[in-house]
Nanobody, 122 residues
Framework: QVQLVESGGGLVQAGGSLRLSCSASGVIVSINAMGWYRQAPGKQRELVAASTRGGTTNYADSVKGRFTISRDNAKNTVYLQMNSLKPEDTAVYYC????????????????WGQGTQVTVSS
């Protein structure tokens, strides 16, 4: 069974920083894209940042220049360094990963973490 476990959320003042981590565990053949999404109350879940296995990244316009996604493929872990946080960054942040497993044949599925709350006070 594959699991994604996030950590690093919390309460921070505007202008502060947080670093989120997400580690995948289970019988994993490989991990392709990994990314972070967020969902604020009353809003749809949106992509924040994503990274291919080779390190190609893309960001939402609202976080460009402030957030950095990185990953450690050996540890099946993706990080999100968030700097210059704003109150509008307040949301539940979810890790997402496209993971290949093997059970008689190869499967590739998208997995989600449980979410971690980020709250930025003004």
């Amino acid at each position: 069974q594959v699991q994604l476990v996030e950590s690093g959320g919390g309460l921070v003042q505007a202008g502060g920083s947080l670093r989120l981590s997400c580690s995948a565990s289970g019988v994993i053949v490989s991990i392709n894209a990994m990314g972070w999404y967020r969902q604020a109350p009353g809003k749809q879940r949106e992509l924040v940042a994503a990274s291919t296995r080779g390190g190609t990244t893309n960001y939402a316009d609202s976080v460009k220049g402030r957030f950095t996604i990185s990953r450690d493929n050996a540890k099946n872990t993706v990080y999100l360094q968030m700097n210059s946080l704003k109150p509008e960054d307040t949301a539940v942040y979810y890790c997402n990963a496209d993971i290949a497993t093997y059970s008689g044949r190869y499967y590739t599925n998208a997995y989600w973490g449980q979410g971690t709350q980020v709250t930025v006070s003004s």
